[in-house]
């Protein structure tokens, strides 16, 4: 049986992707700080480690085939980033472990072309742009040299899923029940989504096709890319009724940036809610097949359920226990 540790398995997009693994019929180990597991995912060995503490890290991942890189620092300081980002280069190294790893658009700047392909340049403007390279950077060094092998799905913003902190919980649907949609910009500008089951799935299918892969693959994963007015009217379907429109206050985060970090943070990367994007592969499917994607209302109606949010006549998956 194939073995993964997923790092960073507390964390909204490592609870889902280990939860795909578990059903895939992996053996699945969660790798988080405390070593406690959220009760979806109690099939798994759960294990304790800083990815901070290179030692753990290596002890803590020793075995796996896999490491599905999952880590993420507070949105509001990424100094830990690259710091955590060699730790697991040093833990597949020594392992022999296969690295799987969730690219980002910050990479490629403002302004942005409309369709990101796999081949369009990155030209980062933010310093999470310029850190987001710095890592793949590393990441394609240490296959170059024939070390570890990685294999990137570049995705869009994340909804989906058990747990908070993304724009579509934290705003969009912030006040759904209270009867109101609140937009993060223009309402006819198309953005990038991605449906963390959907992606979490592809990432499983690659695990699957590791072999037809080479050692740095960067894909691009296409997920939902609509406008809010179209995630507006698929909200209005789930909860049964019409929203009412309200827009982010941008300005209050602005005046409020310089004394509040995660402001600060929200209002360096708004440009990607002024600037219409989606993303483009021109080989994903070709090597997995059919691209997992459920369908946008199916999908909204599944995360307003995740969030603990009654929803009116949608097929939609199960809330996880």
């Known amino acids: 049986m194939t073995s993964i540790a997923i790092l960073g398995a507390n964390g909204r997009l490592g609870r889902v992707v280990a939860k795909a693994f578990i059903e895939a019929g992996y053996d699945v180990?969660?790798?988080?700080?405390?070593?406690?597991?959220?009760?979806?995912?109690?099939?798994?060995?759960a294990v304790a480690a800083d990815a901070l503490d290179r030692a753990g890290l290596i002890a803590a991942t020793a075995g796996a085939d896999i490491v599905f890189n999952g880590l993420n620092p507070v949105y509001s300081d990424w100094s830990t980033a690259l710091p955590m980002a060699e730790n697991v280069m040093a833990a597949c190294r020594a392992n022999g472990a296969r690295h799987l790893f969730p690219g980002t658009i910050y990479n490629f700047g403002q302004p942005m072309p409309p369709l990101l392909r796999e081949d369009t340049p990155f030209l980062p403007t933010t310093e999470k742009g310029r850190i987001r390279v710095a890592m793949e950077a590393r990441f394609r060094a240490e296959a170059d040299a024939g070390h570890v092998r990685t294999v990137l799905l570049r995705a869009g913003d994340f909804f989906g899923g058990t747990g908070t902190g993304g724009w579509f919980d934290t705003v969009m649907a912030s006040k759904v029940t209270n009867g109101t949609y609140t937009a993060a910009g223009p309402v006819d500008l198309v953005h990038e989504w991605t449906y963390l089951p959907d992606l979490a799935n592809a990432f499983v299918a690659l695990a699957e096709n590791l072999d037809r892969l080479g050692a740095y693959e960067a894909l691009h994963f296409p997920g939902h890319p609509v406008t809010d007015l179209e995630m507006k009217a698929a909200m209005e379907k789930a909860?049964?009724?019409?929203?009412?429109?309200?827009?982010?206050?941008?300005?209050?985060?602005?005046?409020?940036?310089?004394?509040?970090?995660?402001?600060?943070?929200?209002?360096?990367?708004?440009?990607?809610?002024?600037?219409?994007?989606?993303?483009?592969?021109?080989r994903l499917e070709g090597i997995i097949g059919p691209i997992p994607h459920t369908p946008l209302e199916q999908a909204v109606a599944a995360a307003l359920v995740d969030l603990g949010i009654e929803v009116d006549g949608i097929d939609y998956p199960a809330r996880a226990a």
């Not at 009760?39 to 060995?45: A, F």
């Open 29 to 45: 180990r969660a790798v988080t700080r405390s070593g406690k597991l959220p009760r979806e995912l109690g099939k798994t060995t």
């Open 239 to 282: 909860v049964g009724r019409p929203l009412k429109l309200s827009a982010l206050p941008w300005w209050v985060l602005r005046a409020g940036g310089p004394f509040v970090p995660m402001w600060r943070a929200l209002v360096s990367m708004s440009y990607l809610r002024f600037e219409e994007h989606r993303l483009v592969s021109d």
